[in-house]
């Protein structure tokens, strides 16, 4: 990634302006409420008054943001070491060597240095992996077609402790991901356990990403402009920073400040069709820099592949009809990832295009 290639460039209007705005940051919310909490557990009750203003606060962020940062998780500081070690040392490999796991049209998850966003290349590689193995998916993104086929995780044979880091940091957060369900659907006023349903064999990925330094910071982006496809996505970054999001009361774009040991989460797509649009899917993209290389460590959580996302019943009524039609997760998922390996003429398939 040395030489800057054209395919890399942004066009003008798209280029990030390297003084980025530090206006008001995302909510920083503290989670240690919930340290005896589970979705399905009715210990902690909404008399709770410090749970009912944890409910409030998720609520009040998902509205006004779209994003938001929380701390005492509950996920052990070491697993996220250990798998931010093992990242550093998969990515310091050859590209010889790191090309052994690369992802291709049949096999979907593993190592790609060649990704697309809004059909410009970003300045990033990734390793991709599904946190339970295997990903069921539909065989075939077209309708009518009903075969299914399984996405397998490709492991490296260097570093030798990378599989098993992996699968322990993805458990803890697939933890904190039922857990940010549960609050998420009791701040829209439905039960904590109304999303349980649909994540039965969820399609959740994680992903490594290394962004390298970059000679021309202004004229390329780690990641472009997007809105995240699943429901929803933790995101641990290191301490580069370089994720911004687009401020939804101006469209400013603001840069998300790392703050140690907490992780980053946005809403996607699916809350925003579930929600009937009361929640809204943001905007974001990552920026590089000159001097510094930057991990990254997205975790998508993505319902099971026989999902029909649509509208809740229970958000909906005749002065607030669905705003969506129903789409299979599955079919979506499948015509999404088969949109990585080749550039595109026109947009990948998105929600717009089940709107009513």
Same mark, same amino acid.
């Given at each position: 990634?040395?030489?800057?290639?054209?395919?890399?460039?942004? #066009?003008?209007?798209?280029?990030?302006?390297?003084?980025?705005?530090?206006? @008001?940051?995302?909510?920083?919310?503290?989670?240690?409420?919930? %340290?005896?909490?589970?979705? %399905?557990?009715?210990?902690?009750?909404?008399?709770?008054?410090?749970?009912?203003?944890?409910?409030?606060?998720?609520?009040?962020?998902?509205?006004?943001?779209?994003?938001?940062?929380?701390?005492?998780?509950?996920?052990?500081?070491?697993?996220?070491?250990?798998?931010?070690?093992?990242?550093?040392?998969?990515?310091?490999?050859?590209? *010889? @060597?790191?090309?052994?796991?690369?992802?291709?049209?049949?096999?979907?998850?593993?190592?790609? =240095?060649?990704?697309?966003?809004?059909?410009?290349?970003?300045?990033?590689?990734?390793?991709?992996?599904?946190?339970?193995?295997?990903?069921?998916?539909?065989?075939?993104?077209? #309708?009518?077609? @009903?075969?299914?086929?399984?996405?397998?995780?490709?492991?490296? @044979?260097?570093?030798?402790?990378?599989?098993?880091?992996?699968?322990?940091?993805?458990?803890?957060? =697939?933890?904190?991901?039922?857990?940010?369900?549960?609050?998420?659907?009791?701040?829209?006023?439905?039960?904590?356990?109304?999303?349980?349903?649909?994540?039965?064999?969820?399609?959740?990925?994680?992903?490594?990403?290394?962004?390298?330094?970059?000679?021309?910071?202004?004229?390329?982006?780690?990641?472009?402009?997007?809105?995240?496809?699943?429901?929803?996505?933790?995101?641990?970054?290191?301490?580069?920073?370089?994720?911004?999001?687009?401020?939804?009361?101006?469209?400013?774009?603001?840069?998300?400040?790392?703050? /140690?040991?907490?992780?980053?989460?946005?809403?996607?797509?699916?809350?925003?069709?579930?929600?009937?649009?009361?929640?809204? %899917?943001?905007?974001?993209?990552?920026?590089?820099?000159?001097?510094?290389?930057?991990?990254?460590?997205?975790?998508?959580?993505?319902?099971?592949?026989?999902?029909?996302?649509?509208?809740?019943?229970?958000?909906?009524?005749?002065?607030?009809? /669905?705003?969506?039609?129903?789409?299979?997760?599955?079919?979506?998922?499948?015509?999404?990832?088969?949109?990585?390996?080749?550039?595109?003429?026109? *947009?990948?398939?998105?929600?717009?295009?089940?709107?009513?």
């Amino acid at each position: 990634m040395g030489e800057v290639d054209p395919a890399f460039i942004q #066009d003008v209007e798209h280029r990030p302006k390297l003084a980025a705005t530090h206006a @008001e940051g995302i909510p920083l919310i503290d989670l240690a409420t919930l %340290s005896s909490f589970s979705p %399905s557990d009715s210990v902690v009750t909404a008399s709770d008054a410090a749970f009912k203003g944890l409910v409030a606060e998720i609520g009040e962020a998902c509205k006004k943001w779209g994003f938001f940062a929380v701390v005492n998780h509950g996920v052990a500081a070491e697993k996220r070491e250990r798998i931010e070690r093992e990242a550093r040392e998969f990515f310091g490999q050859s590209l *010889e @060597e790191k090309k052994k796991v690369r992802r291709d049209e049949k096999r979907v998850v593993g190592y790609y =240095e060649t990704e697309h966003t809004k059909n410009v290349r970003d300045w990033k590689e990734v390793f991709d992996f599904a946190v339970r193995e295997p990903i069921v998916v539909p065989a075939s993104p077209k #309708d009518g077609e @009903e075969a299914i086929t399984e996405w397998i995780n490709q492991w490296p @044979e260097y570093p030798p402790g990378l599989r098993e880091a992996c699968e322990e940091y993805t458990q803890e957060l =697939e933890k904190l991901a039922y857990k940010l369900m549960g609050l998420i659907a009791q701040s829209l006023g439905l039960p904590a356990n109304r999303f349980g349903e649909f994540f039965k064999d969820h399609t959740s990925f994680a992903r490594l990403n290394h962004y390298p330094p970059c000679p021309t910071p202004h004229l390329a982006l780690g990641v472009g402009r997007h809105k995240d496809s699943g429901a929803l996505t933790i995101l641990a970054q290191d301490d580069v920073g370089g994720l911004q999001v687009k401020r939804k009361s101006d469209g400013e774009w603001i840069l998300v400040k790392p703050i /140690p040991d907490a992780f980053i989460i946005n809403v996607g797509d699916i809350i925003q069709v579930w929600s009937n649009d009361m929640y809204e %899917s943001v905007e974001h993209r990552v920026m590089v820099n000159s001097e510094r290389e930057r991990f990254s460590i997205p975790l998508f959580f993505n319902p099971s592949h026989y999902t029909m996302v649509q509208p809740l019943k229970e958000l909906t009524d005749e002065h607030n009809p /669905p705003k969506y039609r129903p789409y299979s997760w599955g079919k979506f998922l499948v015509a999404r990832m088969g949109g990585n390996f080749k550039k595109l003429d026109v *947009e990948n398939l998105q929600i717009y295009h089940f709107r009513v």
